[in-house]
T-cell receptor
Framework: AQSVTQPDIHITVSEGASLELRCNYSYGATPYLFWYVQSPGQGLQLLLKYFSGDTLVQGIKGFEAEFKRSQSSFNLRKPSVHWSDAAEYFCAVGINNDMRFGAGTRLTVKP | GAGVSQSPRYKVAKRGQDVALRCDPISGHVSLFWYQQALGQGPEFLTYFQNEAQLDKSGLPSDRFFAERPEGSVSTLKIQRTQQEDSAVYLC????????????FGSGTRLTVV
């Protein structure tokens, strides 16, 4: 079955520490891949997207993600987390004109 | 407009009441999407419009849900005879062309059915 999996429901990191959020997908072909961030009471903001080409994608707010075809993964990373990064992060895959989301990972940042 | 605007921001409905949720997409955006986000979950696809044409409504959970975009701009999601399981945040998104652009999301309408 087609699916998007974010294995970590909740992650806590200290401010200034590095961050990696995991995302795995299960689709027959390589889909379009996205990461969104959602702050409380807000809509989703696009962080970055991958369609083809270079497998390391740079996004806004210092985030990057790496597409690994062999692992069907598209993990999100940030070298140094800021307190303002605390939010819910969603991985999404696009097939045709439909976008399917993972269940999300809640990020807490400790001072 | 500068972003995707949704109204109302909050809606409390009594069970059995009909509700209408409005989405005003970014001007000129061809594609418009509705998603339902239950508490603690990721958004779930409901329906998709390209201009005024509803090309995919496979995600609508029942025939109580109806969406329209008559002039290819503003869209309305209507839920008839609301039930408690309809309680969720309803997100609208628009895109300039297709999936390639990514979507711009509105802040959503939080519907609570009591």
């Amino acid at each position: 079955a087609q699916s998007v999996t974010q294995p970590d429901i909740h992650i806590t990191v200290s401010e200034g520490a590095s961050l990696e959020l995991r995302c795995n997908y299960s689709y027959g072909a390589t889909p379009y891949l996205f990461w969104y961030v959602q702050s409380p009471g807000q809509g989703l903001q696009l962080l970055l997207k991958y369609f083809s080409g270079d497998t390391l994608v740079q996004g806004i707010k210092g985030f990057e993600a790496e597409f690994k075809r062999s692992q069907s993964s598209f993990n999100l990373r940030k070298p140094s987390v800021h307190w303002s990064d605390a939010a819910e992060y969603f991985c999404a895959v696009g097939i045709n004109n439909d976008m399917r989301f993972g269940a999300g990972t809640r990020l807490t940042v400790k001072p | 407009g500068a972003g995707v605007s949704q109204s109302p921001r909050y809606k409390v409905a009594k069970r059995g009441q009909d509700v209408a949720l409005r989405c005003d997409p970014i001007s000129g955006h061809v594609s418009l999407f509705w998603y339902q986000q239950a508490l603690g979950q990721g958004p779930e696809f409901l329906t998709y419009f390209q201009n005024e044409a509803q090309l995919d409504k496979s995600g609508l959970p029942s025939d109580r849900f109806f969406a329209e975009r008559p002039e290819g701009s503003v869209s309305t999601l209507k839920i008839q005879r609301t039930q408690q399981e309809d309680s969720a945040v309803y997100l609208c998104a628009s895109s300039r062309t297709t999936l390639h652009d990514g979507y711009t999301f509105g802040s959503g309408t939080r519907l609570t059915v009591v």
